[in-house]
């Protein structure tokens, strides 16, 4: 028994001090540990939402809430999945997280829960879509250069049609 004591304290320590989140769970989602790290992405103490429902407390749109059922009976048969959502920050602001999600067994094999790590990857993913929508504007512009070029060519070579035309049509009428 202290050996399995001193071996839980060891790994509570070990996620404690670690730098991305890490939440536990049991069957029915009710929050059971979280770490520093984890309270920082969502602004929550754990003493605020240690016992609750963590799908209640992180999800509210009707789709991620389906998502995090199904992950929640894939936990329940013992089965691991890395998945990225959207949580719902204390102060109302959604956090992109990447979470890697494995079940908890009791020591007699029975599925009691599910522990989660939870990167952080809101900024990165804000990153990339500012240089795709700087992309997309950079292509936009060479395409207008482009078609402004083009036209100006057009409009180059009407004039010369007409000039050297009307040139010749006078010639010839005199």
Known sequence: YDTLRFSEQKYR????????GVMEV??????VFMNKALEQIVGYSFEEIKGR??????VSDVDRKKQM??????????????YE????????????????????????????????IHW??????????DLLNERIT???????????????????????LHDGVGQMLAYIQL
């Open 13 to 20: 320590s070990l996620f404690e001090n670690m730098t991305m």
């Open 26 to 31: 049991d069957n029915e989602e009710r929050i």
């Open 53 to 58: 429902i963590a799908s209640e407390v992180f």
């Open 69 to 82: 059922d199904d992950i929640t009976e894939m936990r329940k048969q013992g089965r691991e999945s890395v």
């Open 85 to 116: 959502i959207s949580l719902m920050r204390k102060d109302g602001t959604e956090a992109l997280v990447v979470i890697s999600g494995a079940p908890t067994f009791d020591i007699d094999g029975s599925v009691k829960g599910s522990i989660g």
């Open 120 to 129: 952080d990857v809101t900024e990165i993913r804000r990153t990339q879509q």
């Open 138 to 160: 950079r292509e936009q512009q060479l395409l207008e250069t482009k078609l402004q070029a083009e036209e100006e060519q057009r409009s180059q070579i009407g004039r010369d």
